[in-house]
């Protein structure tokens, strides 16, 4: 059962237009639909975030194991205003995390009748735009679709939720259709991970992933699954990891993901996560930062690393 009518069937209204890049997503992020006894209350008790700020906009969250550690980030959907299922919620992640989130989500399904099935009917763009300072008042479109404000941050613009059929240009007729990889490098570059390589299941912190940052947990909602160690570390305020863009003086190759990277003193100042050309993420000690920092190759010469801090992150976060 789709979540949308299809789009052929409704005008298309927009009271303002957007421009900049229309990036196709579904390579790697899928749908899932949640249907049934009130799915908002059972998502509420595994993912980091608030389910009660979702409204017709999109929520960012990260789904944890009991020790505290990541095993999806997701962004949660209300179905498009005048839709007859009101309690039903889209699902998005990671392509690869498609069959293991669904097997974890039944899990703890076992008291309630909620559905949760692919929707692969429906595909997933993000929307980049051409300004540097973007303006994240949302469109008004058809029922047919949605469109929301990126929830993390504003640099990452929109995200378009619409009929698999569908061309955004119908929709945004001034933007221009970006690439996939486009909107990789641009996340990059901007130091905002998604998915699986970015943020490896069962390994990564959300917190060291700038969780908070990324407006993706609250530390209000009460009890969820693996709040403990995160709840506590939050309020310690130690954090001596973070994820960083980095700038690499070469392109590495896929192999690369999971290397040390060394201080030109030779101590450990983190791992290389993932990345695309010359461009990518890190997790660097944050006392670190502002060193010179080498990557050694297995079969190679060493690769340097910059680091820096994203533009968009809090001026009160001390890095």
């Given at each position: 059962?789709?979540?949308?009518?299809?789009?052929?069937?409704?005008?298309?209204?927009w009271f303002r237009r957007l421009s900049g890049r229309c990036c196709p997503l579904?390579?790697?992020?899928?749908?899932?639909?949640?249907?049934?006894?009130?799915?908002?209350?059972?998502?509420?008790?595994?993912?980091t975030n608030d389910i009660q700020r979702l409204a017709e906009g999109a929520l960012y969250a990260h789904i944890l194991n009991v020790q505290g550690r990541s095993l999806f980030d997701v962004f949660l959907y209300r179905p498009p205003t005048g839709h007859n299922e009101t309690s039903a919620?889209?699902?998005?992640?990671?392509?690869?995390?498609?069959?293991?989130i669904q097997k974890h989500l039944n899990l703890y399904n076992f008291r309630r009748k909620v559905t949760i099935s692919p929707?692969?009917?429906?595909?997933?763009?993000g929307i980049i735009s051409a300004s540097k300072k973007q303006d994240t008042q949302t469109p008004e479109l058809s029922s047919s679709v949605?469109?929301?404000?990126?929830?993390?941050?504003?640099?990452?613009?929109?995200?378009?939720?619409?009929?698999?059929?569908?061309?955004?240009?119908?929709?945004f007729p001034e933007t221009e259709t970006g690439s996939y990889r486009e909107y990789t490098k641009h996340r990059y570059e901007q130091g905002v991970?998604?998915?699986?390589?970015?943020?490896?299941?069962?390994?990564?912190?959300?917190?060291?992933?700038?969780?908070?940052?990324?407006?993706?947990?609250?530390?209000?909602?009460?009890c969820y699954l693996g709040q403990e160690l995160t709840a506590r570390t939050h309020h310690t305020g130690v954090i001596r990891k973070r994820l960083l863009?980095?700038?690499?003086?070469?392109?590495?190759?896929?192999?690369?993901?999971?290397?040390?990277?060394?201080?030109?003193?030779?101590?450990?100042?983190?791992?290389y996560r993932a990345g695309d050309g010359d461009v990518g993420l890190a997790l660097l000690r944050i006392a670190h930062i502002n060193e010179e920092l080498l990557l050694k190759l297995?079969?190679?010469?060493?690769?340097?690393?910059?680091?820096?801090?994203?533009?968009?992150?809090?001026?009160?976060?001390?890095?």
């Open positions: 059962m789709s979540l949308l009518r299809p789009v052929s069937l409704l005008p298309r209204l579904s390579e790697r992020r899928g749908l899932l639909q949640l249907r049934g006894t009130d799915p908002a209350v059972f998502l509420q008790g595994l993912i919620i889209l699902l998005e992640c990671d392509i690869a995390a498609m069959e293991p929707c692969p009917e429906l595909s997933v763009w949605i469109c929301s404000a990126d929830p993390r941050v504003d640099v990452m613009g929109f995200r378009l939720v619409a009929p698999s059929g569908e061309n955004p240009k119908n929709l991970p998604e998915g699986v390589q970015d943020i490896p299941p069962g390994v990564a912190l959300p917190l060291e992933s700038n969780l908070v940052y990324m407006n993706g947990i609250s530390f209000s909602k009460g863009p980095v700038q690499l003086s070469s392109s590495l190759p896929a192999e690369a993901e999971g290397a040390d990277i060394l201080t030109s003193a030779g101590k450990p100042a983190g791992k297995s079969n190679g010469p060493s690769v340097s690393v910059k680091a820096s801090v994203p533009e968009w992150w809090p001026q009160t976060s001390g890095n």
